[in-house]
């Protein structure tokens, strides 16, 4: 850690509790914190329900990036299949996710899909969710974690941020998806630079989180789906665009 890194965490240590009192005003109070599968909890929540004899799980994205990965060893009494891009530490196949079915034989299926910090990395997400419908269990659950608000990172191939809504939209009933928990955690604290346009320099801006996160359980097969024949509504939960403010 350099210097300054140092002296900046040492003041927000020593000034925390006043911090804590003005970060709160940067919340949303319409975004859903998660509680089961926060940034913090999702992995031990999915090695205690699929860390069983029986149960095949399937990570995409499963390449050590950042850190060595402690799921096979955490799934050790299931089956557990590592799909990447690239070749590398924990990985048994590689491929490309908008043809993931292509490389498992036909009807073969999973109890888990999961996958963490990846979907921003995807070109067609949309295509993806298609694939891990048709490798998915009914019965069988899907979590899935990326990036709300984050740093520009591996470009060119760093393509979306997703809400916890965007997720629940590609996870929706119409594609056989019931959703368990869709939400957000780890918010940040922003503003606008002094090199924005001048009438936004040095703006506070709210409602950011890193990270989003959904948790679902597939209930039934969809055949055919295409997501050009969907009813808009049918993906939206019931919900519409703001009304305009008298």
Request: proline share 4%; net charge neutral; hydrophobic share 40%.
């Amino acid at each position: 850690m350099g210097i300054k890194a140092f002296i900046f965490r040492q003041f927000f240590t020593v000034f925390s509790p006043i911090i804590r009192f003005f970060d709160k005003h940067y919340l949303s109070k319409d975004v859903y914190l998660t509680k089961i599968v926060s940034h913090q909890k999702w992995q031990k929540y999915l090695y205690e329900i699929g860390n069983k004899p029986g149960m095949k799980i399937l990570e995409i994205g499963s390449r050590e990036v950042t850190g060595k990965s402690a799921a096979r060893e955490n799934f050790s009494n299931a089956t557990y299949v590592c799909f990447d891009y690239y070749p590398g530490n924990n990985v048994d196949i590689v491929g490309d996710a908008h043809h993931l079915s292509k490389y498992f034989a036909v009807g073969e299926k999973f109890d888990i899909i999961y996958s963490s910090a990846v979907f921003e990395h995807f070109a067609m997400p949309w295509i993806v969710v298609k694939e891990i419908a048709k490798l998915l269990k009914v019965g069988g659950f899907v979590f899935i974690e990326t990036h709300f608000s984050f740093s520009s990172h591996e470009r060119p191939w760093h393509f979306f941020q997703f809400s916890d809504m965007a997720l629940k939209v590609l996870f929706s009933p119409a594609l056989g998806f019931h959703c368990i928990e869709a939400g957000m955690s780890n918010p940040i604290i922003g503003r606008f630079s002094s090199l924005a346009d001048k009438y936004l320099r040095n703006r506070p801006v709210t409602g950011l989180y890193c990270h989003s996160e959904y948790l679902g359980e597939k209930t039934k097969e969809v055949e055919d789906f295409e997501w050009d024949k969907i009813d808009l509504f049918e993906i939206v939960g019931g919900t519409k665009y703001p009304e305009p403010k008298k």
